[in-house]
């Protein structure tokens, strides 16, 4: 065989090798999370889409706190009101983690979580930033968007 044929098949064979290293690296991490991360939003989900600020808060990061307090972040979640009441939360499913810091909480682990839903208006989809605070048993609400094609019909 041509040296630029095994040359060719061995980094075939590291590119798939690293690969499958990486998929199970991300696996074990989404298992992981997902021990503590699911039990969270089943709890916290119903909260966030309640529509009632006051149901939200708890949930917030300190840096989130600020940001929906403000007459901007009000009005923003007001908007999503629109969606109706929630009817069922679908799988969540694991998108990544990395580290970060956050005023008030300090050192933290931020991890990504996407999740369907259903509400009374149709489907949408939300996608959490969580942070992990740095004692490691609670999670707050950093970030978090809806998609829905209920507000592209306005």
Do not use: C
């Not at 061995?10 to 998929?23: C, R």
């Not at 989130?64 to 901007?72: H, T, V």
């Not at 929630?86 to 682990?109: C, F, M, N, R, T």
């Not at 969580?130 to 019909?153: C, N, P, R, T």
Request: no cysteine; net charge negative; aromatic share 12%.
């Amino acid at each position: 065989m041509p040296s630029v044929a095994k040359r060719t098949l061995i980094f075939v064979g590291l590119l798939v090798a690293g690969l499958v290293l990486y998929a199970l690296w991300f696996g074990i991490k989404a298992d992981n999370y997902d021990k503590t991360v699911v039990p969270y939003l089943d709890s916290a989900l119903p909260k966030l889409t309640s529509w009632h600020y006051a149901e939200l808060r708890p949930l917030l990061s300190p840096q989130a706190q600020l940001e929906y307090q403000s007459e901007q972040g009000q009005a923003t979640y007001q908007l999503l009101s629109k969606l109706g009441a929630l009817e069922s939360v679908g799988k969540p499913a694991y998108l990544g983690d990395h580290s970060g810091s956050s005023p008030g909480l300090g050192d933290i682990q931020l991890v990504t979580y996407q999740v369907p839903l259903q509400f009374e208006s149709g489907p949408a989809l939300i996608k959490l930033k969580l942070a992990l605070a740095s004692d490691g048993k609670q999670y707050f609400i950093h970030q978090f968007g809806i998609h829905s094609e209920v507000f592209a019909a306005d």
